[in-house]
């Protein structure tokens, strides 16, 4: 087997296309409690986000988000750490947030899915009973 010249070394930045940039940014800061970061282009808002950048952006050019089915995003994973997932569950649940999967105890921690304003599926965790090297082994 030839030896790769380059080399990936992982996922360092996640951004969402949606359909309005400041009511879906609301949305993450109102119930996720996630924060701007500055600097960010305008057809985008980063939330300052670890370890890795969390971004929502306009739709890229011939991306209609209204067209995609199921959802957008449709077998994408993405899961986002939290202190205390059922906290979590419990203000979205609240706040009339529809939930896909309730919570649930599992090997990376209590997790449940929500659906964002654009139909994104959305997997909360927290890593409690989890070591370093457990971390970001989630599918």
Known sequence: MEENAVTVIGPD???????????????????LGLERTAGAPPHAIVFATQPIAFALREP?????????????????VVWLGADDAQAVHDELVAHDVPIMVPPSDGPFGRNFIF?????Y?????????QGPDQQGQAA
């Open 115 to 119: 659906t964002d304003p654009d139909g």
């Open 13 to 31: 930045f996640i951004g969402l296309q949606v359909r309005d940039l400041e009511k879906a940014a609301a949305f993450y800061e109102t119930h």
């Open 121 to 129: 599926a959305i997997t909360v965790h927290d890593r409690r009973g």
């Open 60 to 76: 890229l050019p011939g991306v209609d988000l209204d067209a995609v089915a199921p959802q957008p995003g449709a077998g994408v």
